[in-house]
């Protein structure tokens, strides 16, 4: 049976890698003696795969989780028992059936939700206008930063869907991610800075959160553990 | 001041971020009530190194069953971290509650790697504090310190109210809680020590005057009146079996270095290699049996998860019930993907048959550790390990399948020569070649045969039968190792070594005394930090401090006299005098000296000293008692 798990990552675990994180499920799968499967072969490993990594230092409200197990288990049950086995800043929210044969999440997921805590001076700045400037933009050029690679010009234009001011300071951005087209949080904020000269400040990673991932279809955004696009579970006998 | 919020996003500033969250899975917070008593337990290394002690965890959830008792963790911060806590004007913080060392009743170091005393001073500065006992105000916490290297603590001792030798499991409840009344009567700090100074394994080092003759050698270490012991004898655990042992350890979430469920199987080994400190210092040989085991390890892994269970001890493999102990834990956590790791190997084939039973389901490396060249001079430290018992064992394991092994050996050892070296060469040739002729005859492709050869350098430690001996000169040394480099630097051969300048600088605090203590001041005030760690070691400020200080380092790795008080003197680890010097003499004369456990008593006297009994649970073994 494989297992779809939604959870949140807040508290001082946004310090924790992605790495660190992985290796903190895998102990908890074990503590609470939930039924895994593991790989065959030399260095046999829990069948476990996650959605895209939130960067060290960002808190993220709605993740996700695939996760195979060797029999039909509760749903309720297998989430009490995480839930009991996970530390303090963990926790599984929701847990669905899905198709063996269903993709990976990092396959699927394509848009996430962040929050900006922003930095400006709120004397000389109408939030509004100056974001509805910046979503109007036809083309967004910032410099991407690779590691062991060149740097490069990307447009952000066509990869930020929307964004919105929440309330004072809180901006909320609705983003592409994923393989097909992928946008780092900070080079919102860089970018919103090129484009106002410097009246929208940087912020530190800790300012932005992950509010929620999704599956983009049909320009309606769908949680990868909602029934209209999961396959149909195929039973096996 | 309870320092979590603001550091708490600030965190993101600095080099892994996780080592100061705390919040692993086990953590105890425990509600801050005002009559608890409140202990900090402080590690001078990072945490991915404290947090892989096993001492420090012992204690932690030792304290911690104590209603009446809160204990916390603070461990070394990085230097950007230190940097940060400056810059912000904020104080050091425990891990679990966040609050500042002033909070607490007691901050108590755990010591085990002399190169890490710096770290204490920075811990005590970003905590307000002042570093020597004597100058702390009278409502500073109280500032102890226990560990392995307490055998000569005396470089360090006047920074620490009091410290405790030995072993601490049986006692120390009864110690907080007999210092906490005595502060609850009112009592002045100075008097509480005295006191305190009382109680068995309790070293008040203010208590104790040192005089030098004016070449600095120690004249006399006298008490500082009649009421305070002469010596302070090495405290010890006599039913290891049913002595605490911790089941729910906490999980860090980084890959700290020994990321595994530890159990303790026994503690002490009376093999008797002349050169090792853990050896002559925590005897007699004391086991946990085999069922007491079982239950721990089923219950480390429930509460911990984990997937690796390591078996440690001195020896692993000289535990009377190793065998079937490891039988029963392959058989009952096959299924469930755990594997067990043995934490040393004996140089024989039964350790390689133990490591196949075990390695069913990983196969990492073996360790084996000739430690010497030659078999002269491995009767000279006492390893009795011959070359041939070293051949037979890496056989067994290249035809098991296994392909790297690592090999320990020393330079720089009493009554070393030219051949010692040249023995390490052939030795390591040998394995190599060895190696790849079994592979040569299996039909399997597999990994081609690494040996990675690691030379440390040998330090004469004190409470050894080489306590008088003299640290090997820098030149010789280089030469030596540039000899051993340049002899084994071939393809499949891997080859590491130890920094000079640092070994040195170990062996002068292994065997130093308290003049060394400002020259560790002004080291820190000259910057020096995490010394053990090759990246911020910088042998010029040491050599500053000295100079700051009017101390000639050579003064501490030269020969000693044997009629010498040294600077340990007054410290009591158990072994008779007469039974190092006696032990010196043999190593000089190239003469083993056998395992009580399977010979007769060896009148080492610390059976008789400790009032402790050799404690092995096999039953097929012919144990004299002492």
Redesign the interface.
Known sequence: MYIRAEYEKR???K???H???M??F??????AEIPVK?SQG???HIIFSMSQPLP??MIGFHEYFDLELKEKNSLGLIKDKINK?????LKVIDVVIIDEKEKSLQAVVNTAIYSYEMSFNSETIKQESLLNDFLNEKKIEITRFRRNKENRMIDLAPMIYNGRVLNDNIWEFTISTGSSGNVRPQEVIRALKSNTKGLIREI???NIKRLGMYIKKGGRLYKPTNKEVLKKEVSKS | MKVRDEI??K???VSK??RY?????N?IKKNWQKDSIKVLTAFPDVYEIGMSHLGLKIIYHLLNKEDNIICERVFSPWPDLEELLRKENLPIFSLETNRSVDEFDILAFTLQYEMSYTNILTILNLAGLNFYSSQRKEDDPLIIAGGSIVSNIEPVALFFDFVFIGEVEDCLIDIINRYNSLKNEGLEKKDILKKMAKIPGIYVPSLYNVDYNNQGVIKNIVPVDNNIKDNIKRQVVSDLDQAFYPEKFL?P???IVHDRAVVEISRGCTRGCRFCLAGMTYRPTRERKKKTLLKLIDNI???????EVSLTSLSTVDHTQIKELIRDLTAKYED??ISVSLSSLRVDRFSVQLAKEVQK??KTGLTFAPEAGTDRLRNVINKGVSEEDLYKAVEAAFKEGWSTIKLYFMVGLPTENRDDLIGIVNMVQTVLKRGKEIRKTSNKSMKPIRINVSISTFIPKAATPFQWEAMIDKDKLKEKIDFLRSKLNRKGINFSWNDEDLSRLESIFSRGDRKLTDVIVSAWERGARFDGWGDFFDYGIWLDAFTDNDLDWKFYLRERNMNEILPWNHIEMGLNPEFLKKEYDKALKSKLTPDCRFNKCKSCNICFNLDIDLDVVGNDYNVYKG
């Open positions: 508290e001082q675990l310090y924790i890698s790495l660190e994180l290796n903190t895998r102990k908890t799968f074990r503590r593991y030399y260095n046999p060290v230092g086995s996970l530390p303090f800043g530190p990673l800790v | 708490y996003n965190l993101i500033n971020p996780e969250i705390g919040n692993e899975y953590i999980v979430y980084m890959d892994l429930k509460n911990t998860g984990y997937d469930k993907k389901v990983r």
